[in-house]
């Protein structure tokens, strides 16, 4: 899997990338990164990336050539001679669990442009990317928070970047067979089973017995519906969107609070 990062804040990337899984995903082989600083491919004295946008408002827009400049020349020397082109943008389509996945599952180079200022020429969106991709429902100063979270959640799935496979199957998120979007992982406690801080005054925060029982179907069934009371609470719009896969409380739309 190799992904190419095109952006004006190359060093954006230094500390992201030299951590955890991503950074032994890296060492490994299992993941590439390269990151493509934006203004190579300008042509003027001053390496100019933006302009006033047409129309009349505050503000820089990113231009189009040497964007457009910079996905050929990449594409050109991917495997293939071209490669996926992703637009980072607040316009574009929610990245979710489904989403990763299927970039992960992708053969061929991945390139991810970062905006900055206003944002792209719409252009790059209409004719360059294959896709626009949106992190959330919220406006970054730039794309490249983005593609560090594309980069981790897509490294993560490719096999072998984390040490027990089966561990990024039972996710929160993870795609149903069925396609849909999964529902939240089930709770995790780890010792002491019982934490006492002298400021509860003799109380106690208690790990559920059932975990300690040893009883491993109880155990699965508590997960169970601990995942569903979790997903109920904090993401009823994932009970929506799944399908029957925890108990018949998961059937769409059956449980929204
Ligand atoms: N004017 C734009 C709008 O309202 O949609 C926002 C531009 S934002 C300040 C600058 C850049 O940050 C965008 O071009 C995009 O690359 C990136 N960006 C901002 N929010 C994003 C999001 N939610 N997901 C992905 N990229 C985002």
Redesign the pocket.
């Known amino acids: 899997m190799k992904f190419h990062i095109v952006t004006i804040f190359p060093e954006f990337f230094q500390g992201p990338l030299a951590c955890g899984i991503l950074s032994r995903a890296r060492k490994a082989g299992l993941v590439d990164i390269e990151i493509h600083d934006l203004r190579k491919w300008t042509s003027d004295t001053h390496r100019t990336v933006d302009d006033r946008p047409f129309g009349g408002e505050e503000g820089m827009v990113m231009k189009i050539e040497p964007i457009d400049a910079a996905v050929a020349e990449i594409g050109s020397r991917c495997p293939g001679g071209s490669a996926w082109t992703v637009l ?5 389509r929610l990245f979710d669990q489904v989403a990763a996945r299927r970039l992960a599952a992708r053969q061929d180079d991945v390139v991810l442009v ?7 020429d719409e252009r790059v969106a209409q004719h360059l990317a294959d896709e626009e ?4 429902s ?6 490249e928070w ?1 593609a560090g979270v594309i980069v981790d959640s897509v490294a993560r799935l490719c096999p072998g970047a984390v040490g027990n496979a089966a561990s990024t199957r039972r996710e929160s998120f993870e795609p149903l067979d069925s396609g849909g979007v999964g529902i939240l992982d089930y709770p995790q406690y780890t010792r002491p089973a019982r934490y006492a801080p002298a400021r509860l005054g003799g109380r106690s925060w208690d790990v559920p017995e059932v975990l300690l029982s040893g009883h491993h179907e109880a155990v699965a069934r508590w997960r169970r519906d601990a995942a569903l009371e979790k997903t109920r609470a904090n993401r009823p719009d994932l009970l929506r969107l799944s399908t029957p896969m925890a108990g018949a409380d998961a059937t769409p739309g059956a449980t929204e609070n």
Do not use: T
Request: some cysteine; hydrophobic content about 35%; proline content about 0%.
């Open positions: 980072l943008s607040a316009q574009g970062c905006g900055r200022y206003e944002g792209v991709i949106s992190i959330g919220y406006v970054l100063s730039g794309g983005a």
